[in-house]
């Protein structure tokens, strides 16, 4: 019922940019959070970034002052600006949102999208 997208990843250089966009489509009513998780090779799976509904924010601490989290909620879409790119940020980036199907939902279902590869080359 909920399809996740991720866009935006590929290889870039040390100290370069990228933005991540995740589109959602399907039965989305509302959105409580959207979140932006990555897994590095050989690494466990880590929360990068999220946003809450009422628009706060929370960053990794490895993360913080070089990636920013935004939203769009007109068109369910989350986004990722990813500056200063380390090689440690290599990965693969998963969006994940947190939404009600249906307006007589009672609870919020976790969806992820099939994640984005980021390569940051030294």
């Known amino acids: ?3 996740l997208v991720e866009s935006g990843g590929g290889l870039v250089q040390a100290g370069g940019s990228l933005r991540l966009s995740c ?3 399907g039965s989305i009513f509302s959105i409580r959070s959207m979140a932006w998780y990555r897994q ?3 690494k466990q799976n880590e929360l990068v970034a999220s946003i809450t509904n009422d628009g706060n924010t929370d960053y990794a601490d490895s993360v913080k002052g070089r990636f920013t989290i935004s939203r769009d909620g007109a068109k369910n879409t ?5 500056n200063s790119l380390k090689s440690d940020d ?3 980036y998963f969006c994940n949102y947190e939404v009600r199907t249906a307006y007589s939902a009672t609870y919020y279902s976790s969806h ?3 994640g984005t590869q980021v390569t940051v080359s030294s």
């Open 90 to 92: 290599s990965g693969v």
């Open 112 to 114: 992820w999208g099939r």
């Open 78 to 82: 989350v986004y990722l600006q990813m």
């Open 40 to 42: 590095a090779l050989g």
């Open 23 to 25: 589109a959602a489509s």
């Open 1 to 3: 019922q909920v399809q």
